[in-house]
């Protein structure tokens, strides 16, 4: 979530307090029919406290959350749904699916045709009673946004959050290696992904044969390097004009070559580890110090305070080399099909409301997309202990408003799928970069012709 939120007014801190607490009464209101709201997801995108807090503002509301992975949920359940004309109330839309699903306005309920109606959420930290989407559309990042918009102009889903992408590292195996620990001095060693290849082959050299040969090395997996240089540039797959089929240029943009020549000198080069990310080892070697850095959004930290707790203290954070950067981020959306649209905008208003976004950063690192937070005291003055007191909300926000939009289109998932499997091909020694780009190349045809 990047962004700058509104400090909440007296009555909102009161009543987060007594959330707390346990003790919180709701402001008297006439008693509401029960109401179900039903919401597919995937991660962490709806948080455990802040439903807690809003059955407390609405104990008339059940919130039935159904879990899945990414790919079968926005990929293949959403399918479903939209030609079956029934499903949930809510559905989360990651960004790399942005493009397909802003071809389908036919599947979402327009939000500008909505209105909330709870004026007791403004006093909890939400928005008045009477706002439609674009109403709030000026307390977002407007590429965050307009990643939402489906491409006849109607609003089909609000951000959540805003990856941002950060280098997080190891100071104890920093200065175990002899490099500088201050994350200003790390920084500097990276002004480009050129440098930071080089300071991950001076790692190297300090690392002992055995150390080596147990897998140990710089960062954690050389290919996380290509969608950061991708997501750096200001086009990726198709031409930048913002219809709905602009013209694919994923063999003729220079940033994908870049991005992808890039990661094969790291892999090459031998600065990552062998391992897979969300993998059992991946979670045990960010433990062990079996690698240096990681290339963190910001929900990352979370994720690594829950895998690796006893190295708390011995991580910070320092900025990407070039310029900011930034991974993933989601819309929550309305299926036209919806039973309950009402609660359902009510809901995710008050959920997505800069109020909540703040909080949500602030106790699991999704860093908002609610930008009129990126000025806030609230924001940039907020550290975190377990990541050496670094200033992440100032450190986030920096990074992610250095970034320019890009335009996600309407095969973003499937082409990603296919580079990162040719890069696989080339970290696991299966083929040569040339060969492998030129399967990439083929594989893509297909895809683009189906």
């Not at 939120?5 to 307090?17: E, G, H, L, V």
């Not at 994908?256 to 020549?261: G, S, T």
């Not at 000025?375 to 450190?395: E, H, R």
């Not at 996600?408 to 696989?424: F, N, P, S, V, Y």
């Given at each position: 979530?990047?962004?700058k939120?509104?400090?909440?007014?007296?009555?909102?801190?009161t009543?987060?307090a007594?959330?707390?607490?346990?003790v919180f009464?709701a402001?008297?209101?006439?008693?509401?029919?029960?109401?179900?709201?039903?919401?597919?997801?995937?991660?962490?995108?709806?948080?455990?406290?802040l439903?807690?807090?809003?059955?407390?503002?609405?104990p008339?509301?059940?919130?039935?959350?159904?879990?899945?992975?990414?790919?079968?949920?926005?990929?293949?359940?959403?399918v479903?749904?939209?030609?079956a004309?029934?499903?949930?109330?809510?559905v989360?839309?990651e960004?790399?699916?942005?493009?397909?699903?802003?071809?389908?306005?036919?599947?979402f309920?327009?939000?500008?045709?909505?209105?909330t109606s709870?004026?007791n959420?403004?006093?909890?930290?939400?928005?008045?009673?009477?706002?439609?989407a674009?109403?709030?559309?000026?307390?977002?990042?407007?590429?965050?946004?307009?990643?939402?918009?489906?491409?006849?102009g109607?609003?089909?889903?609000?951000?959540t959050d805003?990856?941002?992408?950060?280098?997080?590292?190891?100071?104890?195996?920093?200065?175990?290696?002899?490099?500088?620990?201050?994350?200003?001095?790390?920084?500097?060693?990276?002004?480009?992904?050129?440098?930071f290849?080089a300071?991950?082959?001076?790692?190297?050299?300090?690392?002992?044969?055995a150390?080596?040969?147990?897998?140990?090395?710089f960062?954690d997996?050389?290919?996380t390097?290509?969608?950061?240089i991708?997501?750096?540039?200001?086009?990726?797959?198709?031409?930048?004009?913002g219809?709905?089929?602009g013209?694919?240029?994923y063999?003729?943009?220079?940033?994908?070559?870049?991005a992808?020549?890039?990661?094969i000198?790291a892999t090459?080069?031998?600065?990552?580890s062998?391992?897979?990310?969300?993998?059992?080892?991946?979670?045990?070697?960010?433990s062990?110090?079996t690698?240096a850095?990681i290339?963190?959004?910001?929900?990352?930290?979370?994720?690594?305070?829950a895998?690796a707790?006893?190295?708390?203290?011995?991580?910070?954070?320092?900025?990407?080399?070039?310029?900011g950067?930034?991974?993933g981020?989601?819309?929550?959306?309305?299926?036209s099909?919806?039973?309950?649209?009402?609660?359902?905008?009510?809901?995710?208003?008050?959920?997505?409301a800069?109020?909540?976004?703040?909080?949500?950063?602030?106790?699991?690192g999704?860093f908002?997309?609610?930008?009129?937070?990126?000025k806030?005291?609230?924001?940039?003055?907020?550290?975190?202990?377990?990541?050496?007191?670094?200033?992440?909300?100032?450190?986030?926000a920096?990074?992610?408003?250095?970034l320019?939009?890009?335009?996600?289109?309407?095969?973003?998932?499937?082409?990603?799928t296919a580079?990162?499997?040719?890069l696989?091909r080339?970290?696991?020694?299966?083929?040569?970069a040339?060969k492998?780009?030129a399967?990439?190349?083929?594989?893509?045809?297909k895809?683009?012709?189906n």
């Amino acid at each position: 979530m990047a962004s700058k939120w509104k400090m909440r007014s007296a009555i909102a801190i009161t009543a987060a307090a007594a959330i707390g607490m346990g003790v919180f009464t709701a402001p008297a209101k006439a008693a509401a029919d029960p109401v179900t709201i039903t919401i597919w997801t995937f991660g962490d995108v709806i948080q455990r406290k802040l439903i807690q807090e809003y059955k407390v503002l609405h104990p008339e509301v059940t919130l039935q959350i159904k879990k899945s992975d990414l790919d079968p949920l926005d990929g293949t359940n959403m399918v479903t749904a939209c030609t079956a004309k029934t499903g949930p109330d809510i559905v989360a839309v990651e960004v790399s699916y942005s493009g397909y699903w802003r071809s389908y306005p036919k599947c979402f309920q327009d939000l500008r045709q909505m209105t909330t109606s709870d004026a007791n959420a403004s006093a909890a930290g939400g928005i008045p009673a009477g706002q439609n989407a674009d109403a709030l559309k000026s307390n977002y990042l407007s590429w965050r946004w307009a990643q939402g918009v489906a491409f006849d102009g109607s609003v089909i889903g609000i951000p959540t959050d805003v990856g941002g992408l950060e280098v997080a590292y190891r100071t104890d195996l920093f200065k175990k290696a002899g490099l500088p620990t201050n994350r200003d001095a790390v920084s500097k060693l990276w002004p480009t992904w050129e440098a930071f290849i080089a300071t991950g082959q001076k790692y190297l050299k300090s690392l002992k044969p055995a150390e080596v040969k147990a897998g140990k090395s710089f960062l954690d997996n050389a290919g996380t390097i290509y969608a950061a240089i991708m997501n750096q540039g200001t086009a990726k797959y198709y031409a930048n004009d913002g219809t709905e089929n602009g013209k694919l240029i994923y063999d003729t943009n220079p940033q994908v070559k870049l991005a992808w020549n890039t990661t094969i000198k790291a892999t090459t080069a031998g600065v990552g580890s062998r391992i897979g990310q969300y993998t059992s080892d991946w979670n045990i070697g960010m433990s062990k110090g079996t690698f240096a850095t990681i290339l963190a959004p910001a929900w990352m930290m979370d994720y690594i305070k829950a895998q690796a707790p006893d190295t708390a203290g011995k991580w910070d954070i320092a900025h990407l080399p070039v310029s900011g950067g930034n991974q993933g981020g989601t819309q929550l959306t309305i299926p036209s099909y919806a039973k309950n649209k009402q609660a359902a905008y009510d809901f995710i208003t008050w959920y997505l409301a800069p109020a909540q976004e703040l909080e949500v950063f602030k106790t699991y690192g999704l860093f908002p997309a609610a930008s009129v937070l990126y000025k806030d005291p609230a924001l940039l003055n907020f550290t975190d202990p377990f990541f050496s007191n670094a200033p992440v909300g100032q450190i986030y926000a920096d990074g992610v408003s250095k970034l320019k939009p890009i335009f996600e289109g309407k095969l973003q998932r499937a082409i990603d799928t296919a580079i990162g499997a040719g890069l696989g091909r080339v970290a696991a020694k299966k083929m040569t970069a040339d060969k492998s780009w030129a399967q990439v190349l083929s594989d893509l045809k297909k895809v683009v012709n189906n």
